[in-house]
């Protein structure tokens, strides 16, 4: 019996979780004996609660459905929508109302950790009411903090971009022969992935940024200081690196020194602004040009610096899950596994999506050096291989051309 399938988007798009929906869609295509209609939650998880869904079987023409591979950001939209913990919730019994009177087989959830813990929640759920549907989780997030995974797509693109923009910067900040000090915030509460991947700007020994600072080590505006003096030693134009959630021995944020962070509603601290205050400490101490720079959500959106390893791994995994799913799978999330060996090679498996949910990968220890200011070598073999390959770019007068989902 033909079984119909639902996927939904959630959390913080990446420039390719739409290449993880292309992947479920196409293999659903190509399996038309076993795969009925192909439906979207329209704004995730929440979306489908209120009724919003669209279906994709025939919403695509081969152009457009082409071009949602190379697109980014969520095409279904998302949202950050946590389930309850009681299964008895009337929530659940709506949920699973809709599912049977659609007829689905098998649900697919793209996104990160507390996107897990609602695949985990809707099969133990499912569990209990003896529904035969399957649910998977497909990883998305450009922190690279999932468990388990060697490392989620999204993450690559984002290195890369964050990789090319730094080194942009540095280019910028070198033209004047005044001394200078620009500081770039990139994205990162707790873990330090995204930047450390602006290690990977430097074009020699001893190249810009001269500081990196992650959320793994203390933080101290002392040592800060002193860091800097050195560095300005080396070089008139200092560029730093710091991740949002850069935080003192205390584990006081940064940037709370200013004023107390908002939070989201999974009780995550929404941080920004702690490169703004170091901006100020600096300019103060050393009375030099200072400047920060914050990138924001171009972190998660560049198109046009995805990195092709990425875009193909997502796809994978979108492929992967489908196929996991007919074979009966759930309660799992689908995982990239790099087999040993010096050539970078990559094959998806499985993991249980409780064992993701709720959980970050922080940035490894070792990878830090002593002094808590810089990345070690080992980072650049780990991240080289994601940021490979320049995906096909069309373009429509002058600009990138993507696909729109328009209602």
């Not at 076993?34 to 704004?43: C, F, L, P, Q, R």
């Not at 919003?52 to 695509?60: E, G, Q, T």
């Not at 560095?231 to 940064?254: M, Q, R, W, Y």
Request: net charge neutral; aromatic share 8%; glycine share 10%.
């Amino acid at each position: 019996m033909k079984k119909n399938i639902i996927i939904g988007q959630s959390g913080g798009p990446t420039a390719v979780i739409n290449a993880s929906l292309w992947g479920i869609i196409e293999e659903g295509l190509s399996r038309r004996e076993e795969i009925g209609a192909i439906y979207g939650m329209v704004y995730g998880i929440e979306g489908f609660l209120s009724g919003r869904c669209m279906d994709l079987s025939a919403a695509f023409s081969p152009e457009d459905l082409a071009l949602l591979k190379y697109t980014p950001g969520a095409y279904l939209g998302s949202c950050r929508h946590k389930l309850p913990s009681n299964m008895d919730s009337p929530a659940y019994s709506l949920l699973f109302e809709k599912l049977e009177a659609m007829d689905i087989g098998a649900f697919f959830y793209i996104g990160g950790n507390d996107s897990m813990d609602t695949v985990e929640k809707l099969s133990r759920c499912g569990a209990l009411r003896r529904s035969p549907i399957s649910f998977i989780g497909v990883p998305k997030t450009i922190d690279n903090d999932l468990p388990v995974t060697d490392h989620t797509p999204g993450y690559g693109s984002a290195a890369k971009y964050v990789a090319s923009t730094v080194r942009e910067i540095v280019l910028d900040a070198s033209v004047y022969q005044q001394p200078s000090i620009t500081l770039v915030e990139l994205m990162g509460r707790h873990a330090g992935w995204v930047t450390a991947a602006s290690a990977l700007a430097r074009k020699f020994p001893g190249d810009n940024p001269l500081l990196i600072y992650l959320p793994e080590f203390p933080f101290s505006v002392e040592r800060l200081f002193a860091d800097v003096e050195k560095a300005l030693a080396k070089t008139p134009n200092l560029v730093i690196c710091v991740s949002e959630g850069i935080k003192d021995s205390a584990g006081k944020f940064i940037c709370e020194y200013a004023s107390e962070a908002q939070t989201d509603t999974f009780g995550h601290k929404m941080l920004t602004g702690c490169a703004k205050i170091l901006e100020g400490y600096l300019k103060n101490h050393f009375g030099v040009k200072v400047r920060s720079v914050e990138l924001n959500v171009n972190q998660r959106c560049s198109g046009q610096l995805a990195s092709l390893c990425d875009i193909e791994e997502a796809a994978e995994a979108g492929r992967f899950a489908l196929k996991c799913a007919l074979d009966g799978a759930t309660g799992k999330m689908v995982t990239l596994n790099r087999l040993p060996g010096s050539e970078y090679r990559m094959v998806p498996g499985l993991a249980e999506a409780a064992a993701v949910c709720n959980k970050e990968k922080t940035f490894p220890a070792q990878w830090i050096t002593p002094d808590g200011c810089d990345i070690r070598p080992e980072f650049i073999s780990y991240a080289l291989p994601l940021i490979q390959g320049e995906p096909p770019r069309a373009a429509e007068n002058g600009l990138p051309r993507y696909i729109y989902r328009r209602s």
